[in-house]
């Protein structure tokens, strides 16, 4: 993303590389990929920086508009204090989204219970239905600790991996 400064001030941001006019000299698109990062300075183009400090994960927050600023020869775009979205709403995506996974976790190994209900001589191997039962408690556990939230920071802190787990918990695989 570049952003076109004149007289110290950012009079446009864009992200699409184009031709454009800049104090009656027409330029070509390709200068932002042969031209160094100070070329593109003098003639008033600048590489915005993204200070995402303030941005929150979309699937729980709403982050404000990106401001931009121009300072020490810098743009900086930056997000404001992000809003927690409506605790329920986002449980209850969370919870539909840990149905939908255990679900398709599930589909692969729906055939041996289907042909273990169908057939009387065939019963499904013991490794896939202790794996199901895993399954199924996974989902469980993990959509008791969504229900246990209390806020929006507290269902967001159970997606946060540290080390190789989150405290949501994983689902099982399936040992072949």
Do not use: H
Not at 42 to 50: D, E, K
Not at 66 to 85: I, R
Not at 101 to 116: E, F, G, M, N, R
């Amino acid at each position: 993303m570049y952003a076109l400064i004149e007289n110290n001030e950012i009079k446009e941001t864009f992200s699409n590389i184009r031709a454009l006019k800049i104090n009656d000299v027409q330029y070509p698109k390709n200068i932002f990929t042969v031209w160094s990062e100070s070329e593109l300075n003098n003639v008033g183009l600048y590489t915005v920086v993204f200070d995402n400090s303030n941005k929150k994960d979309n699937s729980f927050y709403t982050n404000t508009d990106v401001s931009y600023a121009f300072a020490d020869g810098k743009v900086t775009a930056s997000y404001g204090t992000a809003t927690a979205k409506e605790l329920d709403d986002v449980k209850s995506q969370k919870k539909a989204l840990i149905k939908q996974q255990a679900s398709d976790l599930l589909a692969p190994t729906d055939w041996y219970v289907i042909k273990a209900t169908e057939v009387e001589s065939y019963s499904a191997p013991e490794a896939t239905t202790t794996y199901r039962a895993d399954v199924r408690t996974a989902s469980n556990d993990m959509e008791s600790k969504i229900d246990a939230c209390s806020t929006v920071d507290e269902l967001a802190a159970l997606y946060v991996y540290t080390d190789d787990s989150r405290p949501l918990g994983e689902f099982p695989t399936l040992e072949v």
